[in-house]
């Protein structure tokens, strides 16, 4: 294997320990013990959100994702017609989440949803997490962890 062959690989390797140490630290805060929930969760609570974004804020919110994360994020996405406007409350978003889960373990929807974006909050930029918590109607920004709660009342989309 020549060196240019070596650093492909090494770049896909790097990308595989960033995603699995996202998911081990979404089992820690959760208190799960099976990867597969992690996945499951990150990956539902993840589409759930871009959904609701404006296309524009979903791209920059995933430019600072890991590359396997940003990729599952991307995953069966279609633009057009977002944000999703029939999400409105913390129901709708855990609802939706629900819709997406796919584990044969029961779980809370509240549980999953902060389990992720606690894991968000601390590896992403806190301005970035602002920039996403104006997107959301006011009574969704409550899905964030109490440290990163917007302090801004304007509402982007209603």
Known sequence: MNKKNEHGAHVFDEALQKANEWLHEILEVAGWTNPHTAYSALRATLHTL??????????????ELPMLIRGLFFEGWKPTNK??????????????VLEHFKSDQPVHPDKVVSSVLIVLAKRMSF????????QLPEK???????????????????
């Open 50 to 63: 871009r959904d609701r974004l404006p296309a524009d804020e979903a791209v920059d919110f995933a430019s």
């Open 83 to 96: 944000p999703d406007k029939s999400m409105k409350t913390l129901d709708d978003f855990y609802n939706r």
């Open 127 to 134: 301005g970035e997490i602002r920039q996403i918590q104006k």
């Open 140 to 158: 969704m920004r409550e899905i964030w962890p109490p440290e990163t709660i917007s302090t801004v009342t304007e509402e982007v989309f209603i």
